[in-house]
């Protein structure tokens, strides 16, 4: 009879911590292959491991961490091994940088299959030619593309002899834009979204999908009814000696940029404030990485119950790099609690290594033409014929509610740079009776980033993402003014021009009513993330070309020998 062993009780912890993703590198050989090319490659997976290690960070900065093991994987019995070390080492990303050749099957496909089936695995290797691992790269890519597993392959660049071959930097920089992709993937899995309140506004286009969701992204969806924040509100259930220290911030930052008519409007305003306390607290208690507010109409609209002040100022300072105790991670949080739109902002952020996200309607598409005849009729003449806007046009993004004060200025601006920019007039009462202050500020030109919304089809049952690079332009001041003032002058505004779409294409092919926009976002991190995930990656644009080097990331073969990107992602949403 088997001896009785006691089950061992785990040690209680105060507050869980979510699990930042593990990055190991190893590589694989053969056992025929002399000395030198052996030490040869583990110097390699040193070298790659550094290239990558504290260069992706998490949102909140901090780096991820990567482990290696020098274990050369030859066959079965080392990539048993090198599994077993990385999973004591929490290894949830794999790397491998091979330099000769090898048996697919024996080496790194016996060490794959220890891990979960959706553990991202890159190849990256030089084009090398003496003991060639661009040889086995090709063997290895080609099995596990052939049994529909992804698998991104970086045929770089390092010396073919040398015992401490550096990468170049593009090689280098195409691996960390997949890393950041794969630690985007990763770390969003088992996290949650807190959403106030149930469907935004009736915008189907803004669903909460949950299910989809779950199985998409491993996103939980945590939903709340605004009567909990109402009530936490009347309980005055927040630390009121940090409000008046919240407000004195307020007060020194914006000063009479704050429209206040009386004492009413004081407390209006102070209720908004509050409310960020409130939430913060609720989205810290559940661990939550995102959320969202309702708000209309039942919240702050509807005359049958008793309208409430409005949440600009709430979802501005989550969206930002900062508040009143200081630098703080931008915690993406969607107006009119609209979970497409926080699904788009909290994956960009993650991808940009915590870049403030921006969230917009996307109001009116301005034609070049439109903006020309405008200047004219209010006697403006001196127009910079090479302007972007003059010949293309753009997209006035401006949005009630959950503009990131960051898009006030330039990135890297300071704190008192950015609020410099920033008004709170109070709120239109006739959208909101409730009352209190939305924020405004007319976003400076000159930012690069990525524009785009995801969406859903239940007729496929996969999100897609509709994308373009832009960057945002600035007008002359008194053509500005005007085209504000064409839609809400009291809202933030960023003016967007999309670098491929023409704006009859931009204005037709919107998902929805909102979109988002992150700076300093590389293209090729946005596609391997939607590799990894399975969205489908939409760009109906004419200008742009299908590839272009240096900036997309190549096909992954899987996608080439299954009919194409869209028809694998297609086949796989459905196994």
Not at 121 to 133: A, F, Y
Not at 514 to 524: D, I, K, R, Y
Request: glycine share 8%; hydrophobic share 40%; aromatic share 8%.
């Amino acid at each position: 009879m088997a001896k009785r062993i006691e089950a061992r009780c785990l040690a209680n912890i105060r507050k869980a911590t979510a699990k930042v993703p593990v990055i190991g590198v190893f590589a694989t050989s053969d056992p025929r292959i002399d000395k030198d090319s052996r030490t040869r490659c583990q110097n390699i997976v040193k070298i790659a491991a550094d290239t990558i290690s504290g260069e992706v960070v998490m949102p909140d900065k901090t780096p991820v961490p990567v482990v290696y093991s020098t274990v050369l994987v030859d066959g079965e019995a080392q990539a048993d091994i090198v599994a077993e070390q990385f999973r004591k080492a929490g290894v949830d990303i794999l790397v491998l940088v091979p330099d000769t050749w090898a048996f697919p099957q024996l080496t790194a496909i016996s060490l794959l299959q220890q891990f979960p089936a959706n553990t991202p695995l890159n190849i990256t290797c030089g084009n090398s030619g003496p003991k060639p691992g661009v040889v086995y790269a090709h063997a290895l890519n080609g099995a596990i593309s052939q049994y529909g597993r992804m698998v991104t392959l970086n045929v770089g660049t390092w010396p073919d002899t040398g015992m401490n071959p550096k990468m170049t930097d593009q090689t280098a920089r195409n691996l960390t834009d997949w890393c950041y992709a794969a630690v985007t993937a990763a770390a969003l899995r088992g996290r949650r979204v807190v959403i106030l309140g149930h469907d935004s506004m009736g915008m189907e286009t803004a669903l909460a999908h949950i299910l989809p969701t779950r199985n998409t992204f491993g996103i939980e969806i945590t939903r709340l009814d605004m009567k909990l924040l109402a009530d936490m509100l009347n309980k005055k259930a927040y630390d009121q000696k940090e409000l008046k220290e919240l407000r004195r911030w307020i007060n020194r930052h914006v000063g009479d940029r704050l429209e206040l008519r009386d004492d009413a409007d004081g407390e209006r305003f102070n209720q908004s404030l509050a409310m960020y306390l409130i939430v913060q607290d609720l989205m810290a208690d559940l661990n939550a990485v995102g959320g969202g507010f309702m708000s209309q109409l039942e919240w702050g609209s509807d005359k049958r119950g008793i309208p409430l002040p409005v949440a600009d100022v709430m979802e501005s300072f989550f969206n930002s790099t900062f508040d009143h105790n200081g630098p703080k991670t931008a915690l993406p949080y969607a107006t009119e609690a609209d979970v497409q739109g926080l699904l788009t902002m909290l994956s960009m952020t993650y991808l940009s290594g915590g870049n403030p996200p921006l969230f917009m309607d996307f109001r009116k598409v301005w034609e070049a033409w439109e903006i020309r005849e405008l200047a004219d009729k209010i006697g403006l003449k001196k127009l910079d014929k090479n302007a972007d806007w003059y010949n293309k046009g753009l997209v006035d993004g401006d949005n009630s509610g959950s503009a990131s004060f960051d898009w006030a200025a330039l990135p890297g601006a300071s704190v008192k740079e950015i609020m410099a920019g920033v008004g709170m007039p109070l709120a239109d009462p006739g959208y909101f009776p409730g009352g209190g202050n939305s924020v405004t500020f007319m976003t400076p030109g000159g930012i690069e980033g990525i524009a785009g919304r995801l969406t859903y089809s239940s007729t496929g049952g996969i999100f897609s993402l509709i994308w373009d690079q832009a960057h945002t332009t600035s007008v002359p001041e008194e053509l500005g003014k005007a085209m504000c003032n064409l839609t809400t002058p009291t809202w933030p505004h960023t003016f967007v021009v999309p670098r491929y779409a023409s704006m009859v294409e931009y204005k037709q092919y919107p998902p929805a009513n909102h979109f988002h926009m992150t700076w300093n976002l590389p293209v090729a991190r946005l596609q391997h993330w939607m590799d990894l995930t399975g969205v489908l990656s939409v760009t109906p644009w004419a200008a742009r070309p299908r590839f272009i080097e240096g900036v997309d990331r190549p096909a992954p073969l899987v996608h080439l020998i299954n009919g194409g990107e869209d028809a694998y992602k297609m086949l796989h949403v459905r196994r």
